[in-house]
């Protein structure tokens, strides 16, 4: 009996969405007394969103960029999200399966477990904030994550975001079935050019040791579709930039080795 329950607590921990364990633990937010700046003395568990020294995000000075080949990435988005929530301080789509949506990073296979999304941008280029970031979080069978960011600039409207939109949860703590498909692929540019750096979550705990792909490229979407998401998030849910210390960004492009800083 105890072993099964052992069993259980541990397949649950596997799927249960990270954000989701992170709310277990004391209360944080985007600002005050619960904002970023002081999420590393709210808790123990947090201790490292203060000591970290390879935390995220980070600003990348593209300028100072020599390239390394790395391959294109492999990334097989088949099925799209099942269920909306408002959670942690995020609107955060979820997977039913967790087996048909995958990324290859440095040969290992990593599957997708959730969407979350930021406005502003938590990763900044050159300084510059994008209105709006997409984060596809992956793990693998060992639990190690990795993790996707896209950034979003106002244009056009998205027409994932909008089937997204359509099962909006109107509340914290809410979660809604997705009634319309989404496709994922929607949700990512064609140039499909990135840095790689390891860094770490950007919500407590801040655990260490993510493995993130950041796209270089812009996506679109509506200034309706953006006023929506603040509508129910709030104004700001954006961790600021970390710093780099002696960590390489690894540019995708070909060509000679290339290190940010």
Known sequence: MRFNLFITTLLTAYLM???????????????????????????????????????????????????????????????????????????????????????????????????????????TFNGKTYPLELQLVHKNQHGDVTIVAVMFDVGEPNQAIQNLWESFPTMEDNSMPIFSPVDINQLLPDDKTYWRYSGSLTTPPCTEGVSWTVLKTPVALSAEQLDKFHYIVGPANNRPPQPVNERKIIDSHSGDIEILY
């Open 17 to 123: 969405p990270l954000t989701a364990l992170a709310a277990l633990a004391a209360p944080w937010g985007y600002s005050g007394e619960s904002g970023p700046a002081q999420w590393g003395e709210i808790s123990k568990e947090y201790a490292t969103c203060q000591t970290g020294i390879n935390q995220s995000p980070i600003d990348i000075q593209t300028a100072k960029t020599r390239k390394l080949g790395l391959p294109s990435l492999n990334m097989q988005y088949v099925d799209g999200p099942t269920r909306f929530q408002s959670i942690n301080h995020t609107l955060q789509a979820t997977m039913s399966s967790y087996t048909s949506n995958s990324i290859e990073v440095d040969g290992k296979i990593y599957y997708l477990k959730q969407l979350d999304f930021h406005a502003p941008s938590e990763h």
